[in-house]
């Protein structure tokens, strides 16, 4: 989504009073992590700061990613009137291929986040 702004206002627009907006995600920084199964590397070739990023691996096999750091996401939510409620950053990944090991799923770097947000009464 290229506007993460509008989105976090859409979401808080939307949910009730009190409602609740729960997010389970990949980590922003797993566009950096190699699939090497030896030992976890950064690949060079991507910035965690960057805007996009083509998606080379399975099985999105080139598909243009939009990507935001993790603080983007917190401050567009909590920009957007929501509360944070709690922010977990996970080893697990949020999706494997199946078949697939890679050594940055060792529980060495973040893999996944989880965001939980309410809405004021």
Known sequence: MPDLTAWARDVARLLRPSGHLFIY???????????????????????????????????????????????QVVTAVAAAGLEILHLGEYPEP????????AAAWSECLPNSFALLARRAQ
């Open 94 to 101: 949020f999706w494997r291929a199946g078949g697939v090991s």
């Open 25 to 71: 995600e990949a980590h922003p920084a797993v566009i950096l992590w190699t699939w090497d199964q030896d030992r976890p590397r950064i690949r060079e070739d991507r910035s965690y700061f960057s805007r996009s990023h083509i998606n080379d691996t399975f099985p999105a096999r080139g598909a243009v990613e939009w990507q935001w750091t993790l603080g």
